[in-house]
C-alpha cells in the first residue's frame, strides 16, 4: 500500500511537521488492524477486563483480535462502541479542562454516527444536555440509534444544516465540530481514501470547514470552547483552520496538558502559534487524527429562552412510576401519541431547541399509551432511567442471538407480561409472555440479518 501513497501528501508532511518518511510508509505497508472499545460507565460490563488501556481513556481498551461485533448480545445492549482510539484523546481534553467538573449544554455539530456523542455523553457531567446533529439525513438514523443503545436520557438528535443553529446564539457551553475531511487518516484502514485523495479534495475540505465554522460559531456562548477535529494530516484542514479561527472568530487557543510518553506530537500553527495535537500511526497505537481546542472570547449575544413557553403537559407522572427508576428527575412530554421524558432541568432547553430545530430525538421514548395499558417502547428498554422492578429474563448466549434475529424463543417460566430480554444482566429489548407463547418485540429494523 505504502507505494500509493500520494507523494503530494508526503513532502508536504516532510516539510511542514519533518515526519519520518520510512517509518509513515513502513506502518502504512504493515495493514496491522487495530482495533479498540470505550466502555459505557453506565452499562457496565467485565467482559474486556484484562485488556490494554487506552492510555488517554480510561474507558478505552484495545482488543487482540477483532471479534464480529453483530454476534455480541453486549454491542447491541450498549455496553461499548467499537471506536478508533487516537479520537478517543477528546476524553483527555474535557476531563483536563475540567468541563466535566459542571452541567454543560454540549453540542457535536457533525456527530453520525455517533463515536464522539457517546464519548460525551460519558465524560461530561451527568447533569449536561448533548445535542447531537448531523445533516444528512440518511445518516441521522444511525446516530439516533447509537445514542439510544447507550441509554442516557440527557441527549437530543437534530437533523439540521450547521447554519440552523444561528437560531439560537450563544447558546452553548460546549461544541465539538468532528469536520468531514479528506480523510488522511484513515489510509491504514479504508484504502479507497488513498484514491480520492487530492490536493483539490484537501482546499475543498478546507472551504467547507470554515463554512460550517463559520455557520455554527454564533451559537457558541462567550467564553465557550470549541473542540475542532479532524482525520486529515493536511495543514490545510488543521493549523491553517486553526489560524483562521484565531483571525476571524475572535478565537484564543488553549493548550492541553498530556503525557509526552503517549507520543502525541503538539504543533503550533504558522501564523498565530495555536496549539494542535496530531496522531501518527507510526507513533500512538491509533490512526491519523488531529485536534484543538479554542476559548470564544468574541462578545456573544444570547438566546432569550423566556420566548419560549412552556404549556403544562397533561401527563400524570404516577402512571410511570412502576416503569422509571424513582430517583430520575424527568419531565414528561407527549410527542403525537409517544410519551418522551427529559430530565426537568433541560425541559426549557429541550423546548428552545424544539422551538428552531428539527428534533429526530428527544430524551427516552418511553412508549405508547393505549386504552389499557403503556405499550411500552424499545427506548426505554435500554434506557438507564428503566425500573429495576420491571422482570427481567437472563438468556443464554444461543437465545439472546435468536432473539436479536427477532426469531421465536421458547422460555419456560413463571412471570407473564412485559419481561426485559437480557444478557449478562443487560437488557436488550422487550418480550411479552403470554399464556402459550412468548412474543419477541426487538425492533424489526434492528434485527441482526444474514448472520
Ligand atoms: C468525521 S464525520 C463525523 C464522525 C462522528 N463525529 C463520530 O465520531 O462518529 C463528519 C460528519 O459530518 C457530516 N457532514 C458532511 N457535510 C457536512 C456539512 N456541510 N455540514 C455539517 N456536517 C457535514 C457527515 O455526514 C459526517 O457525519
Redesign the pocket.
Known sequence: MSNFLPSKLITALKKDFQIDEEEFRRIHRQQEQITSIRLNPTKWTKAFENKDHIPWCPTGYYLNERPIFTLDPLFHAGTYYVQEAS?MFIDHIIRSLNIDKKASLAL?????????STLLNSVLHPDSLLVSN???KT?VNVLADNLTKWGNFNVVVTNN??QSFNRLPGFFDLMLV????SGSGMFRKDEQTISEWSEETVNLCSQ?QQR?LSDSLSTLKEDGILIYST?SYSIEENEEIADWLVANHDMQSIPIPHDLAWQIEETRSPKFQCHGYRFYPHKVRGEGFYVACFRKKKNQPTFNTKKIKIEKTQLDKAYLKNWIKTETEFTGLLFKDDILIIPTQHELNVKALQHVLYLKKAGTNVGRLTKKELLPHHELALSTAISNQIPRIELSLETALQYLRKADIQLTTEVKGWVLACYDGHPLGWMKILPNRVNNYYPKEWRIINL
Open positions: 479520537s457535536d455539530l457533525c456527530a453520525a454516527p455517533g463515536g464522539k448531523e445533516i444528512i445518516r444544516d450547521p468532528d469536520a468531514p475531511c467547507r460550517i482525520c
